[in-house]
T-cell receptor, first 112, second 118 residues
């Protein structure tokens, strides 16, 4: 079984500041890791994914994440956020069954 | 179509009534998933269809919940005798279900159906 922990339910940040959204997972098998974003009143959109290879993955909108197997983490980062990045961010893990197990989400609130 | 579509976008129903939610996956996608998103919580997996294989129903919370899929197209999620705790956004996703992790695991989500049980 897999589980995902997103410790921060809300992260307030000023525009142009860097941000890190934390994600830790547990799994007894090899995992595939994802970050999804949900803008207000919209469906989920894939930001980035780790399947294999380089542990640093780059996604859309300037986001990146690093897979750290020893720390079982997959934190999401952006060096400079924009107002339009305000949204709910979900970390998810998938093992061999292809269904996704999601964290509870982190609300990123960007202000001027 | 261009993306996953779901209908209705909003549904308000009285406790005890049955509801049907519909999902149209991306054309050609063999895998289809249903998730539930309760207010302030993450997404809970409900059920997974892959081609002609038996569906994975391990996430259905009770026998009031059921889902069908016609071939590799439309799916309906039915909730019988709705309860207030069923109020949530129900999300559908599809993936191509190919042989590589990239195609198997990348899921495309619909906008969801917001169900309110009064």
């Amino acid at each position: 079984a897999q589980s995902v922990t997103q410790l921060d339910s809300q992260v307030p940040v000023f525009e142009e500041a860097p941000v890190e959204l934390r994600c830790n997972y547990s799994s007894s098998v090899s995992v595939y890791l994802f970050w999804y974003v949900q803008y207000p009143n919209q469906g989920l959109q894939l930001l980035l994914k780790y399947l294999s290879g380089s542990t640093l993955v780059k996604g859309i909108n300037g986001f990146e994440a690093e897979f750290n197997k020893s720390q079982t983490s997959f934190h999401l980062r952006k060096p400079s956020v924009h107002i339009s990045d305000t949204a709910e961010y979900f970390c998810a893990v998938s093992g061999t069954a292809s269904k996704l197990t999601f964290g509870t989400g982190t609300r990123l609130q960007v202000t001027l | 179509g261009a993306g996953v579509s779901q209908s209705p976008s909003n549904k308000v129903t009285e406790k005890g009534k049955d509801v049907e939610l519909r999902c149209d996956p991306i054309s050609g996608h063999t895998a289809l998933y249903w998730y539930r998103q309760r207010l302030g919580q993450g997404l809970e997996f409900l059920i997974y269809f892959q081609g002609n294989s038996a569906p994975d129903k391990s996430g259905l919370p009770s026998d009031r919940f059921s889902a069908e899929r016609t071939g590799e197209s439309v799916s309906t999620l039915t909730i019988q005798r709705t309860q207030q705790e069923d109020s949530a956004v129900y999300l559908c996703a599809s993936s191509s279900g190919g042989s590589t992790p990239s195609t198997t695991y990348e899921q495309y989500f619909g906008p969801g159906t917001r169900l309110t049980v009064t």
